[in-house]
C-alpha cells in the first residue's frame, strides 16, 4: 500500500469511528482497531486525533467549496448567456442537496460532531459560513437587478437562506433520512420564488417549466415534522 493509500485509509477508518461512537468518545485506540494497524503506524501519518479530525473537516471545506464555487460559475454564466436563471438556481440547489446526500459520513462529521466542539473546529466552520454567505449575496443581487427577486434586504435573505441550509442538511440528509433531493429541490425553489418574488410577477408562470415535481402542500420525506 502506498503511503498516500494508507493515509487515506487510516481516514476512512477514522470516519467511521467519529459517526459511530462520536468525536468526543473516541480514541486512538478505537482508531487503530478499525484501521488494523499499530499506534506507532497511525503516528507515522497523523499527531493525533485531533489531527486526524482537523483533516476530515478540510476534506470537507475543501470538497464544498469546490460545489459552491461551481453553482456560481454556473449562475454567472446564465446570466451571461441569458438562460433560465431559475431553472440553473435548481441546479445548484441541487448539487447542493446530493453533495451532502453522497458524503454523508463527512456530513455528519462537520455539521454533528465539529460544529461547538472545539474552537478551532468552529473557526473553519464559521470560514465556511462566511463564505456561502457572501456567494448567496452577490446571487441574490445578480437576480435582484433582474428583477426576479425583491432588492430589499438582501444580506438578510442571504444569511437567511445559508442557516436554513444547515437545518435541511442536518434534518433531511444525514444518514437515514432517505430524503428525495429531486422533490426537496422543487420544494426549496418554490418557496424562495414565492418569498422573494417582487410584487406583480406572475409566480406560477416563473415556477412552470423550472420545478420537476409538485408534491401536495404539506409533504415531506426524511427530516422533522
Same mark, same amino acid.
Do not use: C
Given at each position: 500500500?502506498?503511503?498516500? $493509500? ?6 476512512? !477508518? ?18 487503530? /482497531?478499525? $484501521? ?24 470537507? +471545506?475543501?470538497?464544498? =467549496? ?9 449562475? *454567472?454564466? =446564465? +446570466?451571461e448567456r441569458d438562460l433560465n436563471i ?12 446530493r453533495f451532502h446526500r453522497d458524503n ?8 454533528? *460532531?465539529?460544529?461547538? =466542539?472545539? *474552537?478551532? +473546529?468552529?473557526? @473553519? ?21 433582474? %428583477?426576479?427577486? @425583491? ?25 437515514? !433520512? ?11 425553489? /418554490?418557496?424562495?420564488? #414565492?418569498?422573494?418574488v417582487p410584487a406583480g410577477l406572475d ?12 408534491? !401536495? !402542500?404539506?409533504?415531506?420525506?426524511? %427530516? #422533522?415534522?
Amino acid at each position: 500500500m502506498t503511503r498516500e $493509500a494508507r493515509r487515506a485509509s487510516i481516514l476512512e !477508518a477514522a470516519t467511521g469511528v467519529f459517526v459511530s461512537r462520536g468525536y468526543r468518545q473516541s480514541s486512538i485506540d478505537d482508531i487503530v /482497531e478499525a $484501521a488494523g494497524i499499530s499506534r506507532g503506524t497511525f503516528y507515522l501519518y497523523f499527531d493525533s486525533r485531533k489531527d486526524a479530525f482537523i483533516e476530515l473537516i478540510e476534506k470537507y +471545506f475543501e470538497e464544498f =467549496t469546490r460545489v459552491l464555487e461551481e453553482n456560481h460559475r454556473r449562475l *454567472e454564466d =446564465t +446570466f451571461e448567456r441569458d438562460l433560465n436563471i431559475m431553472k440553473t438556481w435548481r441546479e445548484n440547489i441541487v448539487n447542493i442537496l446530493r453533495f451532502h446526500r453522497d458524503n454523508p459520513h463527512l456530513t455528519y462529521i462537520v455539521y454533528r *460532531e465539529a460544529s461547538g =466542539t472545539d *474552537e478551532d +473546529f468552529s473557526d @473553519r466552520f464559521n470560514e465556511l459560513t462566511a463564505l456561502s454567505r457572501s456567494i448567496y449575496r452577490e446571487a441574490f443581487r445578480s437576480m435582484a437587478q433582474r %428583477g426576479l427577486i @425583491r432588492e430589499d434586504d438582501i444580506d438578510l435573505v442571504a444569511t437567511v437562506n445559508v442557516g436554513a441550509t444547515v437545518y435541511i442538511i442536518t434534518d433531511y440528509l444525514l444518514p437515514g !433520512a432517505g430524503t428525495d433531493i429531486e422533490e426537496l429541490a422543487d420544494r426549496l425553489v /418554490e418557496y424562495h420564488t #414565492r418569498a422573494l418574488v417582487p410584487a406583480g410577477l406572475d409566480v406560477e408562470q416563473v415556477l412552470r417549466g423550472v420545478l420537476k415535481t409538485r408534491p !401536495a !402542500a404539506g409533504k415531506a420525506k426524511g %427530516g #422533522r415534522r
